[in-house]
C-alpha cells in the first residue's frame, strides 16, 4: 500500500472539526501509534522518555516514500481522504492530516521512514516550525517508520506546567497503548521507557484472548466472546463478557465500548451493556464487558470530537438491540462458558490441577444437551454429570434464579379468599403493598385485609410473613426477586432425582444460569480433563487395565 499524501481542498478543511488534539505525551503516543496502525504495522515499539518530553514510535508499516515525507507535515495534508465524501467512508483511525503538522509546532519532529517496496536506502527527514523540511539525508533503516517528538511544549512553558504529574502522564500513556492494543490484538508491542523495557503485549487472535495480558485478574475461562455477523454490509459485533459467577468490579472501569478500531466514549452504548448485566451480579458490583462494533462508515460521523473519542452513530436503537441480544448469548448456559477453569482457581487449594489446559477443547458454543443429575450431596447439591464432566448445582440458587425468570416473564397476582390478614402495618407499609401492585384494604382495629397476591406464594403457608417481608421496602423488581427467594427449594430438602432433573433443565434454559439474582454463582464444575490430570490418567493408559 503506497500512501500518496495530499493537502486537503479547503472545503473539507472546514468540514472537519477542528481542535488542537496534542494535549499530552499520550495523545502523542496515541496520534504517532494510530498512525502506524493506518501504515499496517504489526509490530510497534514505542520508546518514552518523560522527562526529555520525547515519544519515538517505531512500526513496521507500509513506510513513507521521498515525496510523501516532504508534504506529510503540511497542514491538513494526508493520504487518507480527498475530499468531502470520503468524509463518510473512512476507514483509517487519522483523517484530517493536522497531527504531524501541529507536532511540529509544539515539539521537534524527526521522520525515518523507507517504504516496504524496497527504494534502496529510507530517508531522514527534520521538519521545521509548520512542517516544511529543513533537513533531508538517506538513512539506513528497515522498512517501515520511526517517528520521534521531542521536547514537547518545550516552547510553551505555560502548558507544561498545566500538566498533571509525571506519574499520572506515564500511567495515562500506558491507560492509551493498552486500549488501542484491545481494539487491535492481533498487533504485538513492546513499550520501553527511559531506555528500559517497560510492558509488552503478545499479539492474540481476539481481544478476550489479549484481555488476560492487560487486566491481571481475569483469566481466559472468566471470558466468554461473542461475534456476530450483522446483515448490515460489512458489519460485526464483537464482545468479550466476563461471566458473572467468575468476574466483576467496584467500579464500571472495564464497561469499554470500541467502534472501528478505537475506543470511544458513549453513554448510551454502556447503558446498554449495563442493563445486559442486569441481576446477575452482587450489589454495586460491575461488569467486565469490552464491546467492539464494526460498523460501515456511513453510520459514523467521527466529527463530534477532535481527539475522536466521542462520536454519532445513526440508528442507535438498532445497536443497542444487537448488543442486548450479544449479551444475552453470551450469558447463557454453554459447555465452553462452564469449563471451570476459573473455579479452579477458587478450588484451586482443594484440587491442585490449575495447570493451563492442554489441548483440551470442547466444541464451542454447545449448549450441553445432556445434563443428568445423579445424586445430591448434604441434601444441598445437585451433582450433574455430562459429557464434558462433572458439576455441582447449588439447588436452592438455581430453584431462585429458575422462578426469578418465570416472575419477571409472567407476575401473576391472583385474588384470594380467604383473604390473608396483616396486623398492625405502618401507613409506610401499606402504601408499599399497594405499590407493588396488592389489593389491601382495612379490616377492622389494626387489621388489614390482602385480597391478590403473587401466585407463586398461593401455596406457601408463610405466605402472610412473605407479604410482611415484600411490605418492608423495595421496589416491584426487588419485590420479584424475594418471592423468587421464598418459593425456592430450600437447602437441606430431600430431592428426588426426577426433581432434580426437572430442576436441572428448568436452570439450563434461564437467560443467565451463572448467578442468581442476587449475584452468587450456581455451578461448579470440575471438567473431565481436570480429573484426568489429577488423577494421572495419563500415566496407567496403556499400562494397566484402568483406562
Ligand atoms: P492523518 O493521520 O490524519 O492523515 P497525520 O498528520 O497524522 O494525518 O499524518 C499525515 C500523513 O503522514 C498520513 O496521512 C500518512 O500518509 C503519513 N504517515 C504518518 N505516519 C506514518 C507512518 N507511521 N507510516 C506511514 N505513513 C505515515
Ligand atoms: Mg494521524
Redesign the pocket.
Known amino acids: 500500500m503506497a500512501?500518496t499524501?495530499q493537502v486537503l481542498p479547503t472545503e473539507v478543511v472546514h468540514l472537519i472539526t477542528a481542535g488542537e488534539v496534542i494535549d499530552s505525551l499520550a495523545a502523542v503516543v496515541r496520534?504517532?501509534v494510530?498512525?502506524?496502525l493506518?501504515?499496517g504495522?504489526t509490530r510497534i515499539v514505542v520508546y518514552l522518555s518523560p522527562n526529555l518530553w520525547r515519544v519515538r514510535v517505531a512500526?513496521n508499516?507500509?513506510?513513507?516514500n521521498h515525496d510523501?515525507l516532504h508534504k506529510?507535515?503540511i497542514a491538513h495534508?494526508?493520504?487518507?481522504i480527498r475530499s468531502c465524501a470520503d468524509l463518510w467512508k473512512i476507514r483509517?483511525l487519522?483523517?484530517?492530516?493536522?497531527?504531524?503538522?501541529s507536532l511540529t509546532t509544539l515539539a521537534d519532529l524527526e521522520i525515518l521512514?523507507r517504504p516496504e517496496k524496497n527504494y534502496s536506502d529510507g530517508l531522514r527527514v527534520v521538519y521545521g516550525y509548520g512542517g516544511e523540511p529543513v533537513l533531508v539525508e538517506t538513512a539506513a533503516i528497515a522498512s517501515g517508520?520511526v517517528?520521534t517528538v521531542s521536547n514537547l511544549f518545550g516552547n510553551w512553558s505555560a502548558r507544561r506546567q498545566g500538566m498533571p504529574s509525571a506519574a499520572q502522564q506515564i500511567k495515562a500513556v500506558q491507560t492509551t497503548i493498552q486500549q488501542i492494543a484491545l481494539c487491535h490484538p492481533e498487533v504485538s508491542w513492546q513499550v520501553w521507557q527511559n531506555d528500559r523495557e517497560w510492558f509488552t503485549i503478545s499479539p492474540a487472535t481476539t481481544t478476550g484472548k489479549l484481555l488476560p495480558q492487560i487486566l491481571n485478574q481475569v483469566r481466559q475461562g472468566d471470558l466468554h466472546e461473542v461475534k456476530i455477523k450483522l446483515p448490515l454490509p460489512n458489519s460485526e459485533l464483537n464482545i468479550v463478557v466476563g461471566l458473572p459467577d467468575r468476574c466483576h468490579r467496584h467500579r464500571p472501569d472495564w464497561v469499554r465500548v470500541a467502534i472501528n478500531g478505537r475506543m470511544v466514549k458513549s453513554q448510551e452504548l454502556e447503558h446498554t451493556i449495563l442493563s445486559g448485566f442486569h441481576r446477575t451480579l452482587p450489589r454495586d458490583r460491575y461488569p467486565v464487558c469490552l464491546l467492539h462494533l464494526v460498523i460501515s462508515p456511513e453510520q459514523i460521523d467521527w466529527n463530534r470530537h477532535p481527539a475522536k473519542s466521542e462520536i454519532y452513530l445513526k440508528d442507535m436503537g438498532y445497536w443497542q438491540e444487537q448488543i442486548s441480544s450479544a449479551i444475552d448469548q453470551a450469558l447463557r448456559l454453554n459447555s465452553d462458558t462452564l469449563k471451570e477453569s476459573v473455579h479452579i482457581s477458587r478450588v484451586g487449594k482443594l484440587l491442585k490441577a490449575a495447570e493451563e489446559k492442554s489441548g483440551y477443547n470442547l466444541k464451542e458454543n454447545k449448549t450441553p444437551n445432556s445434563l443428568k443429575a445423579v445424586g445430591q450431596i448434604n441434601n444441598t447439591y445437585i451433582v450433574v454429570e455430562h459429557p464434558g464432566g462433572m458439576w455441582l448445582v447449588e439447588q436452592h440458587i438455581a430453584h431462585e434464579r429458575v422462578l426469578y425468570e418465570k416472575i419477571c416473564n409472567d407476575w401473576q397476582l391472583i385474588s384470594i379468599e380467604p383473604p390473608v390478614l396483616l396486623y398492625q402495618l405502618s401507613p409506610v407499609q401499606v402504601s408499599q403493598i399497594q405499590r407493588i401492585g396488592l389489593d389491601i384494604e382495612p379490616f377492622g382495629e389494626q387489621l388489614w385485609a390482602v385480597r391478590t397476591i403473587p401466585a407463586m406464594l398461593q401455596k406457601r403457608e408463610d405466605c402472610a410473613e412473605a407479604i410482611l417481608e415484600l411490605s418492608l421496602g423495595g421496589n416491584l423488581e426487588a419485590a420479584q426477586v424475594a418471592v423468587a427467594c421464598r418459593s425456592a427449594i430450600r437447602n437441606g430438602t430431600v430431592l428426588s432425582l426426577p426433581q432434580m432433573q426437572t430442576l436441572l433443565d428448568e436452570w439450563q434454559s434461564t437467560r443467565n444460569p451463572h448467578t442468581c439474582p442476587h449475584g452468587r454463582p450456581i455451578c461448579l464444575s470440575l471438567e473431565e480433563s481436570s480429573l484426568a490430570r489429577f488423577f494421572r490418567r495419563n500415566w496407567v493408559i496403556g499400562k494397566s487395565h484402568g483406562i
Open positions: 500512501s499524501i496520534e504517532l494510530e498512525n502506524s493506518d501504515a504495522a512500526d508499516g507500509c513506510g513513507m510523501d506529510a507535515a495534508s494526508t493520504s487518507k483509517s487519522g483523517f484530517r492530516g493536522e497531527a504531524l503538522h521512514s517508520t517517528v
